[in-house]
């Protein structure tokens, strides 16, 4: 009787754990005696029988006969046997063990321990130690024993058995789990948030988040949040709004506010994009001695936009700027303000919409940190590796702007102007930045239109159409004087090729070349207020203002204001 129990729990494990199905075909001892569930139901047994049973309520012992129970014993033997090996020799069938190749359990399990086919192997095991218990071998015998067929649950258990370890176990590697979107690092709204969970979009730290959308492209995250800080805020994550106290309401208090930007390990550049900017206009080209904005970028220890220049003022709705930045670099922004002084064209509350005038001020300035190397990358990798530009968000590497770049403009039309221009108010001093625009495949150049322009320039060269060739009082090359008495160096650089004129050429109708100079200053953009470039490599323009303020005479009248132009990216060949 002991084996029999043996072969019941061997039984038992190989259908409940291998396959998970509990149904009636399961082999069970003497299951035909059992009608109902009821007769499983005992009482609780408080007080022993008197014969030390414990029975069921209402049940009797039937008197003992001592032949009565060996046949009822012996048949009980007789059909378990023949359910346990029906049972073993169709689970080995439906799991296509083949008994005419020699089995070896140990080299089975060595080479498909991570392939997925472990229960199918300990299933296999556990059917062939039932029959060679009741003495059937492994051999081409398992085909001569008689099988009753099987049911439609068995067929389905086993079914699914059979496609579950048909399939390879996946394992998750380390350097594969980088691939996956992070939560706090995914931009969302085409880069207004951050994608992360509701919880996180929440005041935690002096970071205030507010909930813009739905967001679940990245894992464990629910809602696209925007993070804002204001006054004394400190932050590294990825996308981030410094804003004035009360925005959207402006202010004119006397305070001094700043964010700190922790750089994170991965990321080259910073972009700001300032979506509301009002202060008030500098002074003799300088914001120094009024309400400003200040950069500080321990990458450019020399200056933002120039020597000694990292301030801004004035308007500045809608401008940005990019600053190259290092592993590890703080990266701060302060605002000094008083409210005492106008702001030009600012907008008001109430009825005087658009009036200059008023002294409140506000701004809004988004931080974005953009990642040159995957997180958590180690090595150096940068975009130009493959596979770590591919776990880079796509937003991070359109926002990617080429080295030396100050602005960097992807459409291929557009609008481009100074900062802080405004139609009356001063260009800055101490400028030196590179303005970019993207170059698509089969372009040749662009075409610049101003709508307006006046940077400071010699008497000779204040026209702004003269020659190229042309000198200044003391022989210098327009726009690039560095004479004592002049104005100094202040040009918008651009390869010049045409004003616009068109001549008729062998192969048909083509810019006339009468435009070829490379520095523009005085009160008009060249001749026509329009340049037609022409080059194959990248396009940029080239800002330059002087270091020290130049005499009044040096400016047209209405004063010197920098510039505002329309660009159009020309297609096709040179």
Same mark, same amino acid.
């Not at 002074?283 to 220049?309: K, L, R, Y």
């Given at each position: 009787?002991?084996?029999?129990?043996?072969?019941?729990?061997?039984?038992?494990?190989?259908?409940?754990?291998?396959?998970?199905?509990?149904?009636?075909?399961? @082999?069970?001892?003497? +299951?035909?005696?059992? !009608?109902?569930?009821? =007769?499983?139901?005992? %009482?609780?047994?408080? $007080?022993?029988? #008197?014969?030390?049973?414990?029975?069921?309520?209402?049940?009797?012992?039937? @008197?003992?006969?001592? +032949?009565?129970?060996? !046949?009822?014993?012996? =048949?009980?033997?007789? %059909?378990?046997?023949? $359910?346990?090996? #029906?049972?073993?020799?169709?689970?080995?069938?439906?799991?296509?063990?083949? @008994?005419?190749?020699?089995?070896?359990?140990?080299?089975?399990?060595?080479?498909?321990?991570?392939?997925?086919?472990?229960?199918?192997?300990?299933?296999?095991?556990?059917?062939?130690?039932?029959?060679?218990?009741?003495?059937?071998?492994?051999?081409?015998?398992?085909?001569?024993?008689?099988?009753?067929?099987?049911?439609?649950?068995?067929?389905?258990?086993?079914?699914?058995?059979?496609?579950?370890?048909?399939?390879?176990?996946?394992?998750?590697?380390?350097?594969?789990?980088?691939?996956?979107?992070?939560?706090?690092?995914?931009?969302?709204?085409?880069?207004?948030?951050?994608?992360?969970?509701?919880?996180?979009?929440?005041?935690?730290?002096?970071?205030?988040?507010?909930?813009?959308?739905?967001?679940?492209?990245?894992?464990?995250?629910?809602?696209?949040?925007?993070?804002?800080?204001?006054?004394?805020?400190?932050?590294?994550?990825?996308?981030?709004?410094?804003?004035?106290?009360?925005?959207?309401?402006?202010?004119?208090?006397?305070?001094?506010?700043?964010?700190?930007?922790?750089?994170?390990?991965?990321?080259?550049?910073?972009?700001?994009?300032?979506?509301?900017?009002?202060?008030?206009?500098?002074?003799?080209?300088?914001?120094?001695?009024?309400?400003?904005?200040?950069?500080?970028?321990?990458?450019?220890?020399?200056?933002?936009?120039?020597?000694?220049?990292?301030?801004?003022?004035?308007?500045?709705?809608?401008?940005?700027?990019?600053?190259?930045?290092?592993?590890?670099?703080?990266?701060?922004?302060?605002?000094?303000?008083?409210?005492?002084?106008?702001?030009?064209?600012?907008?008001?509350?109430?009825?005087?919409?658009?009036?200059?005038?008023?002294?409140?001020?506000?701004?809004?300035?988004?931080?974005?940190?953009?990642?040159?190397?995957?997180?958590?990358?180690?090595?150096?990798?940068?975009?130009?590796?493959?596979?770590?530009?591919?776990?880079?968000?796509?937003?991070?590497?359109?926002?990617?702007?080429?080295?030396?770049?100050?602005?960097?403009?992807?459409?291929?039309?557009?609008?481009?102007?100074?900062?802080?221009?405004?139609?009356?108010?001063?260009?800055?001093?101490?400028?030196?930045?590179?303005?970019?625009?993207?170059?698509?495949?089969?372009?040749?150049?662009?075409?610049?239109?101003?709508?307006?322009?006046?940077?400071?320039?010699?008497?000779?060269?204040?026209?702004?159409?003269?020659?190229?060739?042309?000198?200044?009082?003391?022989?210098?090359?327009?726009?690039?004087?560095?004479?004592?008495?002049?104005?100094?160096?202040?040009?918008?650089?651009?390869?010049?090729?045409?004003?616009?004129?068109?001549?008729?050429?062998?192969?048909?109708?083509?810019?006339?070349?009468?435009?070829?100079?490379?520095?523009?200053?005085?009160?008009?953009?060249?001749?026509?207020?329009?340049?037609?470039?022409?080059?194959?490599?990248?396009?940029?323009?080239?800002?330059?203002?002087?270091?020290?303020?130049?005499?009044?005479?040096?400016?047209?009248?209405?004063?010197?204001?920098?510039?505002?132009?329309?660009?159009?990216?020309?297609?096709?060949?040179?």
């Amino acid at each position: 009787m002991q084996s029999y129990v043996i072969i019941l729990g061997l039984l038992v494990a190989l259908v409940s754990s291998a396959l998970g199905v509990q149904e009636p075909w399961l @082999p069970w001892l003497g +299951s035909d005696s059992y !009608e109902s569930d009821d =007769s499983l139901m005992f %009482d609780n047994c408080e $007080e022993d029988d #008197e014969d030390g049973t414990c029975l069921s309520p209402g049940t009797t012992i039937p @008197p003992a006969d001592d +032949s009565t129970n060996e !046949e009822v014993a012996v =048949s009980k033997i007789k %059909d378990f046997e023949k $359910e346990a090996v #029906e049972k073993a020799v169709g689970v080995l069938k439906a799991l296509g063990f083949n @008994p005419d190749e020699e089995y070896n359990p140990s080299q089975q399990r060595g080479g498909r321990l991570f392939g997925g086919g472990m229960l199918m192997q300990a299933a296999i095991d556990q059917a062939l130690a039932v029959l060679r218990i009741f003495g059937y071998n492994t051999g081409a015998q398992i085909n001569t024993i008689p099988v009753q067929p099987v049911s439609q649950v068995q067929q389905a258990a086993l079914a699914t058995l059979a496609q579950v370890t048909a399939h390879k176990a996946v394992i998750v590697l380390p350097t594969a789990a980088q691939d996956t979107n992070l939560p706090n690092y995914e931009p969302c709204r085409g880069g207004e948030g951050l994608c992360t969970s509701a919880q996180e979009c929440k005041n935690i730290g002096g970071v205030q988040g507010k909930s813009i959308g739905k967001c679940g492209n990245c894992v464990g995250c629910s809602v696209c949040c925007q993070f804002m800080t204001g006054c004394q805020g400190i932050t590294d994550k990825m996308i981030t709004y410094f804003q004035s106290p009360g925005y959207p309401r402006t202010d004119r208090s006397n305070e001094a506010c700043s964010l700190t930007l922790n750089v994170r390990d991965e990321v080259c550049q910073v972009r700001l994009d300032f979506i509301d900017f009002e202060m008030a206009a500098p002074q003799a080209g300088s914001c120094s001695g009024v309400d400003n904005f200040e950069i500080i970028n321990t990458a450019q220890p020399g200056g933002v936009f120039g020597p000694g220049q990292s301030k801004m003022c004035g308007l500045n709705k809608g401008q940005h700027v990019y600053m190259p930045v290092k592993p590890g670099n703080i990266l701060i922004m302060r605002a000094t303000t008083s409210g005492v002084r106008n702001i030009p064209l600012a907008r008001t509350d109430g009825t005087n919409r658009g009036l200059s005038g008023d002294t409140a001020f506000r701004w809004n300035a988004r931080v974005t940190q953009i990642p040159c190397e995957a997180p958590g990358a180690r090595g150096g990798r940068s975009l130009s590796d493959e596979k770590s530009a591919r776990r880079i968000p796509s937003h991070y590497r359109k926002l990617l702007a080429p080295d030396g770049c100050r602005q960097y403009f992807q459409e291929s039309r557009g609008r481009l102007q100074s900062y802080n221009f405004d139609g009356k108010s001063e260009v800055l001093l101490n400028q030196n930045y590179a303005i970019c625009v993207k170059r698509p495949a089969r372009s040749c150049g662009m075409t610049l239109k101003a709508l307006g322009f006046s940077l400071p320039a010699s008497a000779v060269c204040l026209p702004g159409n003269v020659p190229a060739e042309s000198v200044d009082d003391v022989c210098a090359l327009c726009c690039t004087s560095t004479a004592e008495d002049g104005p100094g160096v202040n040009y918008l650089g651009v390869a010049g090729y045409s004003d616009g004129a068109s001549v008729m050429t062998p192969i048909g109708q083509n810019y006339a070349v009468n435009q070829d100079r490379h520095f523009f200053c005085g009160s008009k953009l060249g001749v026509t207020n329009l340049i037609v470039t022409r080059t194959k490599g990248p396009l940029l323009l080239r800002v330059r203002t002087a270091g020290k303020y130049w005499e009044e005479w040096s400016c047209p009248a209405g004063g010197c204001l920098g510039f505002l132009m329309n660009y159009d990216v020309d297609t096709g060949t040179c």
